[in-house]
Nanobody, 125 residues
Framework: EVQLVESGGGLVQLGGSLRLSCAAS????????MSWVRQAPAKGLEWVSV????????DYADSVKGRFTISRDNAENTVYLQMNSLKPEDTAVYYC??????????????????WGQGTQVTVSS
């Protein structure tokens, strides 16, 4: 059974930091690109960041560039999102997603194969 389990969300003040984790199981994690996608209240899905299967290529949405860092540990089947300098507009449910093949990265969530259940991030002003 494929599982993606996010953790690390919570309530943080403006300018604070959080580190999200996504633990994967049930598929060959090292063969998949991994992404973070978020959904703010009453809004659609917004792609946030992607990392290729080897961890050698990353990309970020303009809204988070310079503040967020994606990384992965293929030995631990886990992908991370370090979020710094958080703003109220970062408030959303954050999902991790897996996409095959992992050597190609896409910023289109509709193409992702597996999704987690999400973790809530709330940034207060």
């Amino acid at each position: 059974e494929v599982q993606l389990v996010e953790s690390g969300g919570g309530l943080v003040q403006l300018g604070g930091s959080l580190r999200l984790s996504c633990a994967a199981s049930g598929f060959t994690f090292s063969g998949y690109a991994m992404s973070w996608v978020r959904q703010a209240p009453a809004k659609g899905l917004e792609w946030v960041s992607v990392i290729n299967s080897a961890g050698s290529l990353t990309d970020y949405a303009d809204s988070v560039k310079g503040r967020f860092t994606i990384s992965r540990d293929n030995a631990e089947n886990t992908v991370y999102l370090q979020m710094n300098s958080l703003k109220p507009e970062d408030t959303a449910v954050y999902y991790c997603a897996a996409d095959w093949p992992g050597v190609i990265v896409t910023t289109r969530p509709e193409e992702y194969d597996y999704w987690g259940q999400g973790t809530q991030v709330t940034v207060s002003s």
